[in-house]
Each structure stands twice: as C-alpha cells, then as structure tokens.
C-alpha cells in the first residue's frame, strides 16, 4: 500500500527565504507525482505535475523535483512571499484512480 | 474552461434534512470524484465514477448517496447527516480513472458542509 509522508509538517520562514518542501512515498511504481496548494477552507490548486520520466518541472518561482528510485520528491520555492502561505500537498495515483496525499506542509512566510 | 465547479460553496443543514452537493466540470474529464476533508487532514476519497459509472465506493454509509446523470455533472445527496459529517467536501476529475504521464487532478472549490 503506498504511502506519502511529507516533511516538515509545519514551517515559518521570513519574506524572501528560498525554502524546500519534502514528500517521500513508499512504492516507487508511480506514474506521476503532484504538488498542490490549499489555503484555508478553499479547494486544492494544483502547482505542478512531474511525470514519472521526469526529474523536474518548474512554473514560475517554484520547482519540484523528483526521485523515483529513492521515493522522493522535493518543491523548491524561491524568493518566498507572505502569499506564499498555505498548506501544501503532494499526492500519488495509487490503485484504482485513488489518489494518495501526504499529510501536508503548512506554511507562514512572515513579512 | 479548465475548473471544476461546486455548489453551494456553504452548507448549513439539520440532521433530518435532505440536500445535495453538485459538481459540474467541462474539460472532457471521463473521471470524477467526491473527497471527504475535515480540518487540518488530507482529503479522504469517498467515490470514483468513471465513464458515468460507480467505480469505487469507499465503504461509505448509505446516507451519502452519490450520482453521475452525465459525463459533466456529479453530484452528492445527503440524508440523515451526523454532526460529525461536517466537513469540507471535494470534487474533483481526471482525463482518464488513474491519470497517468501528464494528466494529473482537478480539484473544485469545495462546498463547506456544517450539520446541526
């Protein structure tokens, strides 16, 4: 069964920090991995999607990578921002169209 | 139109109430999904429909009751809810059930659903 654990579970960081957000997974038979953003109460926007071929995708100021053989994933944001705050999420497609989260990051990029 | 669309996005209802959540997506999606997402929890899946079918019920109690009239529409009826029903419920879709490669999940808004 695969599972998603993502460090840290919380981070706060001054305006401008570049900071690295860091999802692990347990079985490296993935076909992609994607990154999300949740503010408070609102839905999950998706950041990036990183095919299982792929060892990065960038959009903007953020880039994940990713590292299938070890199961690991890493979105670097750059230049962080106070609206930069929210919970991210990383999730794989698991069995059967299920998609598997990660307990998520909250983050506070502090001005 | 690359969003999916939920309605209501807030929900106050009794526990003898009868109400329904819908969601409405128009990118070709052949895939759709409920989440279950209480605070500070990842989302938890609930149902899969794929191709208009039920393809998944997460062992779900029968007072979620969940139906896809077309490839564009999904929604949720509720009956009965419990208090600790009270959630933040999501739609989301696929291109294809378990994208793989470059199609990944599109996620609504979400409807916040409080029983009282």
């Known amino acids: 069964k695969q599972e998603v654990t993502q460090i840290p579970a919380a981070l706060s960081v001054p305006e401008g920090e570049n900071l690295v957000l860091n999802c692990s997974f347990t079985?490296?038979?993935?076909?992609?991995l994607q990154w999300f953003r949740q503010d408070p109460g609102k839905g999950l926007t998706s950041l990036l999607l990183?095919?299982?071929?792929?060892r990065e995708q960038t959009s903007g100021r953020l880039n994940a990578s990713l590292d299938k053989s070890s199961g690991r994933s890493t979105l670097y944001i750059a230049a962080s921002q106070p609206g930069d705050s929210a919970t991210y999420l990383c999730?794989?497609?698991?069995?059967?169209?299920?998609?598997?989260f990660g307990e998520g990051t909250q983050l506070t990029v502090n001005p | 139109d690359t969003e999916v669309t939920q309605t209501p996005k807030h929900l106050v209802m009794g526990m003898t109430n009868k109400k329904s959540l819908k969601c409405e997506q128009h990118?070709?999606?052949?895939?759709m999904y409920w989440y279950k997402q209480k605070a500070k929890k990842p989302p938890e899946l609930m149902f899969v429909?794929?191709?208009?079918?039920?393809?998944i019920n997460e062992s779900v109690p029968s007072r979620f009751s969940p139906e896809c009239p077309n490839s564009s529409l999904l929604n949720l009826h509720l009956h009965a809810l419990q208090p600790e029903d009270s959630a933040l419920y999501l739609c989301?879709?696929?291109?294809?059930?378990?994208?793989?490669?470059?199609?990944?999940?599109?996620f609504g808004s979400g409807t916040r659903l409080t029983v009282v």
């Open positions: 989301a879709s696929s291109q294809v059930p378990l994208p793989t490669g470059n199609y990944g999940y599109t």
């Open positions: 079985d490296s038979a993935i076909y992609n």
């Open positions: 990183i095919q299982s071929s792929q």
């Open positions: 999730a794989v497609p698991a069995s059967g169209s299920r998609l598997t």
């Open positions: 990118m070709g999606h052949r895939a």
């Open positions: 429909y794929s191709y208009e079918k039920l393809s």
